[in-house]
């Protein structure tokens, strides 16, 4: 799990810099190393995707991208972990996509599953209840409905891979509405941000991206 930092990666901290895959991956885990000292019991329910994940994943034919990253989680249960976190890259701008009770995917769907809402709101009113939700949180306020499919499809092929389940259901996803960045290379300091604030109380985060907004 160690990340190696080089002093390219130290000089791409200072201000007007833009942190890369190397500084997104140890912020990520500096942060989840320092909860599971404060809270391990919801640290152990937490999956961090590498900073590469999405980039492997996201390409033009879906089982090939899934195949690419079937074994990353040869190791790791995700249906068994509460919240999982995915850092992503796309036209040189982070952002966060965080899988809330991703263990709801392997109920088999009756009808295709549920519809991706990109608009960032919710008819279910504020309730979890047996389902898996998608968030995306982008400081420049994009919507992501590509990446939202992406995932719903990364869910759907591991719990057929992992659990045998021939027609998984499809999660719930929405874009967060969250404060916004006033420059061109702060993205990655927000996508860090967006995931610390939201494990601080996952349940009231999960309620207030429902209704509002996460500041």
Known sequence: GAVNITRGDLERL???KYLNDTLIEFGLKLWLNDLRDCDPELADQIHLFSSFFYKKLAIKDKRAGYESVRKWTSRVDVFSKRYLVVPINEHLHWYLAIIYQPEYTTNQSQNGGRRTNSDGRNHQAGRAGNHTYIFVFDSLN???PGAMKNLVQYLRFEATDKKGIDNPSSPEAMAAHVPTQDNYCDCGLYLLHFAKVFMED????????LVGSLS
């Open 202 to 209: 996952p349940v009231k985060s999960f309620n207030t991206i």
């Open 14 to 16: 200072q201000p007007g």
């Open 142 to 144: 994009g919507k992501h």
